[in-house]
């Protein structure tokens, strides 16, 4: 998210100067150069204001979430491999957590978003199997979740 975020703000200033080189180009006559410049502008900010505008509603919506939501301890029931996407060469790993609603008895599965270290390491400090990690969720759609991994990344520092 905070990568898309940094991409887009690079990317629209960068196709604005572009653009206005390209026209500036265009205008004086040199040739190809002016529309080329001026086209590769225009694609990198309808590619960077996009980007950096989806992030920023996802992380304000995260945020409200984390505000406004109730806060539960689900259960860590797997850690698995995400073997359909690769990051930097190497396939990223999800926490997969279950909460049942003590109200209707629902059983919802949390999925955190995608890690690129081994969150094995880190969880060898508690015992799996009463592993619990913090979810905010919306009451009124649990489904609009934000799984808390925080403490695992805590404990990177210590195990190196």
Request: charge should be negative; aromatic fraction near 8%; hydrophobic fraction near 50%.
């Amino acid at each position: 998210m905070l990568a898309s975020l940094v991409v887009g703000c690079v990317f629209a200033p960068l196709g604005l100067l572009m653009s206005l080189i390209g026209a500036a180009l265009l205008l004086s006559g040199a040739g190809l150069a002016g529309p080329i410049m001026l086209a590769i502008g225009v694609i990198f900010i309808a590619t960077g204001i996009p980007m950096a505008a989806i992030a920023l509603a996802r992380r304000n919506h995260l945020q409200r979430i984390v505000d406004k939501g109730c806060v539960i301890q689900a259960q860590v029931v797997d850690v698995r491999l995400q073997t359909s996407v690769m990051v930097n060469d190497q396939h990223p790993w999800q926490i997969i957590c279950q909460w049942q609603d003590p109200n209707t008895f629902q059983a919802y599965e949390f999925v955190s978003q995608s890690r690129t270290d081994y969150p094995f390491t880190s969880l060898a400090q508690w015992n799996l199997a009463a592993a619990t990690l913090p979810i905010y969720i919306d009451p009124a759609n649990p489904s609009d979740y934000y799984l808390d991994d925080s403490a695992l990344t805590s404990f990177r520092g210590m195990l190196r």
